[in-house]
């Protein structure tokens, strides 16, 4: 039975019987605060009963969406390719490289074991089939569906907590419940439910953690503070935009810093320091602890030889049981070699065959001997290690790190030589030819180089270290890169001299000894896996994270600007089958999002015209009003612009689903700006011109019909626009060619099977 205005109003004014009266004049500022919190955290039985009705509603729809024949399609679906790859590889126990941190990608893996999946399948191509290679993928994908759907109930309960009416937080759960884009993302096997996941969480651990402000050091106050730190550190361990969420509790606490400082509160400086202090342990160390936590776990687990190998240095791979790398021999001067590009693979080349005297652009060259990187072994690979010194030949001496040697190819009996003289391909770069050891000295400085070692400790390995060969006299560093030579050049790879000696590139490593004896060899080869500090470890793997991240700026024919991401510009193609002209396609829920861009830009109205009200001596919004304005929907509002605008300084390849937790902060931002409107602002009081006293209330005892008339109207339009691209959100039905004509509201929206 529904309770009447005046009954709902009696329960109220009884409940804040024992509320003191709240008075602006002469009181101290953090009293203000306790008793106003009070006020707006006060809610009856019956409201509370309600709430959790509601609640219950919501996570119901939301498990709902999310789960729907999640069976279907029983494909590999865009990036399950990566992270079911990557669980395999967990269960497998295989070292792999990725560009994010460990924690989801482990908790698919865990997930996997945990189901009976042995990890025997690698997720090689988008359209493989789970059901013939016997993979339990509705197992896999249970778990971010789950999360997915958590995420729903936890948004509603941050909102309620941050002290906004039922239908406002209502409003913002059903709107993330029936986005096209989150429930699609959210139902495969990727990474970004685990993500939005943990971000809510700490969003909403902060907001729990406010409203004890009042009682500092309590339980409850270090509860939250403490599962604030800890849900920070979990997104973080998800992804490393995690960091946006970081920015967005680091903002607000700091602002509560400075409040405090206010000398109003009456804090001793000790005092603010202790706060400080607290918050410094909570939202620093123990986020940092958690954080490595997860990669300790993570290298525990990988210690076998796997695919991520060839992504780290050769000591770390010699910590990884069944690696090449613990194979690998001292190189000693007298030495036969051969020499590998790391980056391309190519053996370090020469033939009886030269230069043309003429390139085609009309150049002139050297008309030396060709140098090449050749991608099979061949007797022309092969290199005679020499010393630089005559007089000091050094024969059965280790190759030390900044050596000095000459490099003679054994099938021609010619010294590797590097001139000014501009290379075939490249006039920036020098040409690498070779010099008859049957001539004269005179060009003997032109055939000497230092050995860099980059990896794999101070002596010269096969297998294990990476070097660089840096020319004495020009100073360029022998390099070699994927464009073909002509015809001349039997379409080998070009091999000159890079001024740029930084640069990554230029590493080398060698494979091979020629003549070793067997027993030598094996003799030198058995040794222990190696042990290497976790934090060596840690660090390495974080900048090659870092620097492959950077790098990932290939051209995608899906990838779109943060621009377009609000507006829905540009999809992305899940997945196509052509026998039953079935797809995915990666949109959010056009009429929602649209909405909440608008929303976004009233924040920005209302804010300013506060503002220049105030300024007049005129205050449109009654202190309480105004307080949950800024304080909640604007730290919402806040953490939309933290988890996007950052994107537009980043230079890899984005995609629209990079939008996804800075979408979750748009829907919560709507629905506040709703409640502003609807309830909130109707009959709102407004002071005269005078002294800056802002009329207070409770909060609304009876919500307006006209908030869940527009309510109602927004949730209509919203279920409407998701279940009209619903079809291509779950790919479980095909549409034909009119049906995708009249779906394609943008002209940047590439749907197959439109013809």
């Given at each position: ?213 009042n009682s500092p050091y309590s339980i409850r106050w270090w509860t939250w503070l403490i599962a604030t730190g800890v849900n920070i550190a979990l997104t973080t361990s998800v992804k490393m935009v995690g960091l946006f969420t ?319 991401w609000p507006f829905l510009i540009k999809g992305i193609s899940f997945w196509t089958k052509d026998t039953t002209r079935k797809q995915i396609y990666l949109i959010g829920n056009p009429i929602g999002m649209w909405i909440a ?159």
């Amino acid at each position: 039975m529904v309770d009447s205005p005046e009954k709902v109003l009696r329960q109220r004014t009884t409940l804040m019987s024992a509320v003191p009266a709240i008075s602006t004049e002469d009181e101290d500022v953090e009293d203000i605060e306790v008793k106003a919190s009070v006020v707006t955290s006060v809610f009856t039985p019956t409201e509370k009963k309600r709430s959790l009705t509601v609640l219950a509603i919501l996570t119901v729809l939301a498990i709902a969406t999310r789960f729907y024949k999640i069976y279907e399609p029983d494909e590999v679906v865009f990036d399950e390719v990566h992270f079911g790859k990557f669980a395999s590889y967990y269960i497998r126990g295989s070292y792999f490289f990725d560009v994010h941190p460990p924690l989801a990608k482990m908790m698919l893996g865990a997930m996997g074991y945990f189901i009976g999946y042995d990890g025997h399948f690698l997720f090689d191509n988008i359209g493989d089939n789970y059901i013939t290679n016997n993979v339990p993928y509705i197992g896999l994908r249970a778990l971010p569906a789950f999360l997915g759907a958590m995420t729903v109930p936890i948004v509603y309960m941050t909102m309620r907590e941050a002290g906004f009416p039922i239908v406002t937080c209502a409003l913002a759960g059903f709107f993330i419940a029936f986005d096209n884009m989150q429930v699609t993302q959210t139902r495969l096997i990727l990474l970004d439910s685990m993500l939005v996941f943990f971000m809510v969480c700490s969003i909403y651990s902060y907001v729990r953690f406010y409203k004890t402000r009042n009682s500092p050091y309590s339980i409850r106050w270090w509860t939250w503070l403490i599962a604030t730190g800890v849900n920070i550190a979990l997104t973080t361990s998800v992804k490393m935009v995690g960091l946006f969420t970081v920015a967005t509790i680091g903002v607000a606490v700091v602002w509560d810093l400075w409040i405090l400082l206010d000398i109003r509160r009456r804090l001793t400086m000790q005092q603010f320091m202790n706060h400080f202090w607290a918050r410094a342990f909570a939202l620093i160390l123990v986020p940092t602890v958690v954080y490595l936590f997860w990669f300790y776990v993570h290298f525990a687990i990988l210690t076998h030889s796997g695919p991520g190998d060839d992504f780290m240095s050769s000591e770390f791979q010699e910590t990884l049981h069944g690696n090449t790398m613990a194979d690998g021999i001292y190189i000693k001067y007298g030495d036969n070699i051969t020499i590998r590009h790391k980056d391309t693979s190519v053996y370090l080349h020469s033939h009886p065959h030269n230069y043309p005297r003429r390139y085609e652009d009309g150049r002139i060259s050297s008309a030396g001997q060709q140098v090449t990187g050749y991608a099979h072994a061949d007797p022309n690979n092969i290199w005679h290690i020499a010393s630089a010194n005559p007089d000091d030949p050094k024969l059965g001496q280790n190759i030390k790190n900044k050596d000095v040697i000459r490099l003679l190819h054994v099938a021609t009996n010619s010294w590797l030589l590097a001139h000014d003289v501009a290379s075939p391909t490249m006039s920036t770069n020098e040409e690498i030819t070779t010099y008859s050891a049957y001539e004269d000295g005179s060009r003997f400085n032109e055939t000497t180089f230092r050995i860099q070692l980059d990896s794999g400790g101070d002596k010269l390995r096969t297998m294990a270290s990476a070097f660089k060969l840096i020319h004495m006299d020009t100073k360029v560093a022998i390099w070699t890169h994927q464009q073909k030579l002509p015809d001349w050049g039997f379409e080998q790879q070009e091999v000159n001299g890079n001024k740029n000696i930084m640069d990554k590139s230029t590493l080398w490593w060698s494979d091979s000894i020629e003549g070793k004896d067997a027993e030598e060899i094996n003799k030198e080869a058995e040794k222990p896996v190696k042990h290497r500090s976790f934090f060596l470890k840690f660090f390495e793997l974080q900048r090659k994270m870092i620097a492959h991240n950077s790098g990932l700026t290939g051209k995608h024919p899906y990838q779109s600007q943060p621009i377009e991401w609000p507006f829905l510009i540009k999809g992305i193609s899940f997945w196509t089958k052509d026998t039953t002209r079935k797809q995915i396609y990666l949109i959010g829920n056009p009429i929602g999002m649209w909405i909440a861009v608008g929303s976004l830009a009233v924040i920005a109205g209302i804010s300013g015209a506060d503002i220049l009200s105030r300024r007049r001596g005129y205050y449109p919004l009654n202190q309480d009003v105004q307080k949950r304005f800024y304080y909640a929907t604007g730290f919402f509002f806040v953490g939309w612009i933290l988890h996007y605008i950052p994107f537009f300084l980043m230079g890899r390849s984005l995609f629209l689903h990079h939008y996804m937790p800075a979408q979750i902060f748009s829907y919560m931002v709507l629905a506040a700006v709703h409640g502003f409107i609807f309830v909130e602002g109707v009959d709102a009081p407004i002071s005269e011109p005078g002294p800056e006293v802002r009329p207070r209330r409770l909060q609304r005892a009876v919500v307006p019909a006209l908030a869940y008339i527009s309510a109602a109207a927004l949730v209509v339009l919203h279920l409407a626009s998701f279940l009209y691209f619903a079809p291509l959100s779950y790919g479980t039905s095909a549409l034909d060619i009119p049906a995708l004509a009249r779906r394609k509201l943008l002209p940047q929206w590439e749907f197959h099977f439109t013809k």
